[in-house]
């Protein structure tokens, strides 16, 4: 009796997940992507100093996740 619903458990929950990537195939999207800026010292993208300090002024890297669910 308890290897039965053991085994009822575990059929449930496969369907479940199943029935969860099923929807998500095509319900889902998934974007990802990244900035990542280059260029040579004294430019906009390479970065310049700001006078009298040591500091060096540049756009940052970044990279991005993006998750979107349709109902």
């Keep these: 009796m308890i ?19 099923d929807v998500m195939k095509e319900n889902v999207q998934f974007t ?4 990542i800026y280059y260029g040579a010292t004294g430019t906009e993208y390479g970065g310049f100093k700001i006078p009298t300090t040591t500091f060096l002024s540049k756009p940052p890297d970044n990279a991005f996740l993006w998750l979107t669910f349709f109902f």
């Design 32 to 35: 990802c992507g990244a900035n």
């Design 3 to 21: 290897l039965v619903l053991f085994m009822t458990k575990k059929i449930i929950i496969l369907l479940l997940v199943l029935f969860t990537l």
